[in-house]
Structure formats: C-alpha cells, structure tokens
C-alpha cells in the first residue's frame, strides 16, 4: 500500500488539473480569456552587464474567436532584478545601499495559435508592442529614492498550453526596448536599449 500511495496521489493531481478543461468541454468554449502567471527574467547583452537574473509576474486578458487560429490580447509585466557587483561598483554604491533595477511593460499582442483539441498541448506563436518604464530605486535606511525614464519597444515568443478553456500555460519572449532619460537644461540625452527574455508559467482561464 505504501508503495502506492505516490500513485494515487500523482492521479489526484492530475485529476485536478485536467478536471476545468472536461467542465470547459462541455459548455459553449469562452472567446474571452484570463492569465496570470510569473517566472525568471534573464537579461542579455548590454543589460546583462548592469542587472542580473530577476523575477517578474505578469498577467493579460486575450480574445480568440471559435474555430479561428488567431487571438489578440492586452497584457502587462513587472520585472524586478538586483544590479550586478560590476555596475553597483561603478557608481560607487555604499555596500549598505540597496538598489534595484524594475522594468514596466504595458502593450498588446497578437497571438497565432496551433491546432485546438480539448486537453490537448497547443502550441503558439506571439508578438507585441508596447510602453516600457525603467525605473532604478535606491534604499538606505528608511529612505527609498527611485528615477524612472520611458520608451517603446517590441516582443515577440512561443510558448505552449494545456486545454481549450482553461489549464496551464509555458512561454518565453525576447522583449527589446529603446529607453530616453530627460536631459538636463542644455544637453542631450542618449538613449538606451535593452534586451531581456522572460521565461513564464501560468494559468488560464
């Protein structure tokens, strides 16, 4: 009996995750979607050189008509990464500083789905474009101090999902966007561009 009880439990588990899609199979399938999720964010070139690997959540409201391949959706994104020892040493942080790099995204997609079977993996294709806000924060001590610029930028991934109505979901996007911080009086600022790619689980329903 021992032996089988991970068995049983791994059945449980299972039953539990598939049991919203044999619900979702028999009413009318919702054009309308919810998703939230999260993950690892993993900067890349230039932006490797100043934040490492962070956290972020994310979330989007998608539609995607019947019997069609494509679906749109409006989405947001939070990142939030710590500054590399390279780049705090650089701007001669004081070791008891705590700085932070976060990064804002707001933006729509369209979304390019694969072959649709009820509690099946479906694979899909997406891109976006978007606002983005990078915003550094400072703490020390009780005081938290943060400057913020904006920019545009675009995305574009895959990723895969389980069920037609509801069930989990796993993508990664490369996201590229140019930020222009305000210039003081009489000089002109230069502006940036960042690389990341977020890798996300999440839930749909």
């Given amino acids: 009996m021992r032996c089988l009880r991970p068995v049983v439990l791994a059945t449980v588990v299972l039953a539990a995750s598939i049991a919203p899609d044999d619900l979702g199979a028999q009413a009318p399938r919702r054009p309308v979607s919810?998703?939230?999720?999260?993950g690892g964010t993993l900067p890349i070139g230039d932006f490797a050189s100043d934040t490492k690997t962070g956290l972020h959540g994310t979330g989007y409201l998608q539609y995607e008509p019947e019997r069609?391949?494509?679906?749109?959706?409006?989405?947001?994104?939070?990142?939030?990464?710590?500054?590399?020892?390279?780049?705090?040493?650089?701007?001669?942080?004081?070791?008891?500083?705590?700085?932070?790099?976060?990064v804002s995204y707001l933006g729509a997609a369209a979304v390019l789905v694969g072959r649709k079977k009820e509690g099946s993996l479906t694979?899909?294709?997406?891109?976006?474009?978007?606002?983005?806000?990078?915003?550094?924060?400072?703490?020390?001590?009780?005081?938290?101090?943060?400057?913020?610029?904006?920019?545009?930028?675009?995305?574009?991934?895959?990723?895969?999902?389980?069920?037609?109505?509801?069930?989990?979901?796993?993508?990664?996007?490369?996201?590229?966007?140019?930020?222009?911080?305000?210039?003081?009086?009489?000089?002109?600022?230069?502006?940036?561009?960042?690389?990341m790619i977020p890798v996300t689980l999440g839930f749909r329903f």
């Fill in 68 to 102: 069609n391949v494509w679906a749109v959706r409006g989405e947001f994104a939070y990142h939030r990464s710590d500054y590399t020892d390279e780049f705090l040493g650089a701007v001669n942080a004081d070791p008891d500083d705590d700085l932070r790099n976060g």
């Fill in 123 to 195: 694979p899909y294709l997406l891109g976006g474009f978007g606002a983005y806000r990078l915003t550094a924060s400072q703490t020390t001590g009780a005081t938290v101090q943060s400057e913020s610029a904006n920019g545009f930028g675009f995305n574009a991934g895959a990723g895969i999902r389980l069920g037609a109505t509801s069930g989990f979901f796993l993508e990664a996007r490369f996201h590229q966007f140019s930020i222009t911080p305000d210039a003081a009086p009489g000089q002109t600022a230069e502006k940036s561009t960042y690389q």
């Fill in 34 to 38: 919810i998703g939230l999720g999260g």
